[in-house]
Nanobody
Framework: QVQLVESGGGLVQAGGSLRLSCAAS????????GGWYRQAPGKQRELVAS???????NYVDSVKGRFTISRDNAKSTIFLQMNSLKPEDTAVYYC?????????????WGQGTQVTVSS
């Protein structure tokens, strides 16, 4: 069983930066692809950024040019660097990963980390 644990959330003023980390732990696994989602109160969860095994990156339009997703395969960690934060970025951010364990691939979610941007 693989676990994804997020960290790095917090309270920041508009225009500030935060770096989220998603560390995967378990036995004999490989992160095939991963992404960051967010869910604001009263809104549906949305995909913010994703990174594939071939390095392909995708971002929702509202964060392009401000957020950067990256991964450190040696540390089994996915990052989300968030710059020029806006109040509308306030949400719970969730890490998601497609994890290969032996012959199977399964989808995992982290527990979420709160990001609050004050105006």
């Amino acid at each position: 069983q693989v676990q994804l644990v997020e960290s790095g959330g917090g309270l920041v003023q508009a225009g500030g930066s935060l770096r989220l980390s998603c560390a995967a732990s378990g036995r004999s696994f490989t992160i095939k692809s991963g992404g960051w989602y967010r869910q604001a109160p009263g809104k549906q969860r949305e995909l913010v950024a994703s990174i594939r095994s071939d390095g392909n990156l995708n971002y929702v339009d509202s964060v392009k040019g401000r957020f950067t997703i990256s991964r450190d395969n040696a540390k089994s960690t996915i990052f989300l660097q968030m710059n020029s934060l806006k109040p509308e970025d306030t949400a719970v951010y969730y890490c998601n990963g497609w994890i290969v364990e032996g012959l199977t691939t399964a989808n995992y979610w982290g527990q979420g980390t709160q990001v609050t941007v004050s105006s």
